[in-house]
T-cell receptor, first 112, second 111 residues
Framework: GAGVSQSPSNKVTEKGKDVELRCDPI?????LYWYRQSLGQGLEFLIY????????KSGLPSDRFSAERTGGSVSTLTIQRTQQEDSAVYLC??????????FGSGTRLTVV | GQQLNQSPQSMFIQEGEDVSMNCTSS?????WLWYKQDPGEGPVLLIA?????ELTSNGRLTAQFGITRKDSFLNISASIPSDVGIYFC???????????FGTGTQLKVEL
């Protein structure tokens, strides 16, 4: 597609439930990133995929968070046993080079 | 970890005024980027700076990469209502591909 597509755009879930957030990057972009943005805050790095290399998971806040990228394209961020502090906007970006980040519009997650 | 401190945290200015915001770091960055985020959207790249001392313009926007490689500023001239949004600085360090983001400057423009 023309841009980075994220779904759903909004997700409300009950505390303790699992959620899956999807990112469809720009075709041909080899790198994919997930960031988290809490209300009124900057962007917090979560995880980075580059081609077929092992992902950089150094930003994942706990073992409840995981992500995969299938076939070098679509990525899914999974949060298990959601907590209220997980409420945030989750942003995905893709790039073909280190300086070419393009962000999606994000998924706003609300845990009630 | 690395932190980027942005100031001011928010600005409320009159249409037509010039705006200046800056970003400082305790670490050296080898690339500085400035992004703008509109409500409900992801950040959009405005300007990229790759060399210490570099001064780059994009329309009414001007940004500079500090000589020490630990700071950058963004100027917006003759602000207009559509300049409203949150501006983030971001940077790469060393050979890394992860962007570190600043805390953001919220700009509000009064007609």
């Amino acid at each position: 597609g023309a841009g980075v597509s994220q779904s759903p755009s909004n997700k409300v879930t009950e505390k303790g439930k699992d959620v899956e957030l999807r990112c469809d990057p720009i075709s041909g972009h080899t790198a994919l990133y997930w960031y988290r943005q809490s209300l009124g805050q900057g962007l917090e790095f979560l995880i980075y995929f580059q081609g077929n290399s092992a992902p950089d998971k150094s930003g994942l806040p706990s073992d409840r968070f995981s992500a995969e990228r299938t076939g070098g394209s679509v990525s899914t961020l999974t949060i298990q046993r959601t907590q209220q502090e997980d409420s945030a906007v989750y942003l995905c970006a893709s790039s073909w080079a280190a300086y070419g980040y393009t962000f999606g519009s994000g998924t706003r997650l609300t845990v009630v | 970890g690395q932190q980027l401190n942005q100031s001011p945290q928010s600005m409320f200015i009159q249409e037509g005024e010039d705006v200046s915001m800056n970003c400082t770091s305790s670490s050296i960055f080898n690339t500085w980027l400035w992004y703008k985020q509109d409500p409900g959207e992801g950040p959009v790249l405005l300007i990229a700076l790759y060399k210490a001392g570099e001064l780059t313009s994009n329309g009414r926007l001007t940004a500079q990469f500090g000589i020490t490689r630990k700071d950058s500023f963004l100027n917006i001239s003759a602000s207009i209502p559509s300049d409203v949004g949150i501006y983030f600085c971001a940077g790469f360090t060393g050979g890394g591909n992860k962007l570190t983001f600043g805390t953001g400057t919220q700009l509000k423009v009064e007609l």
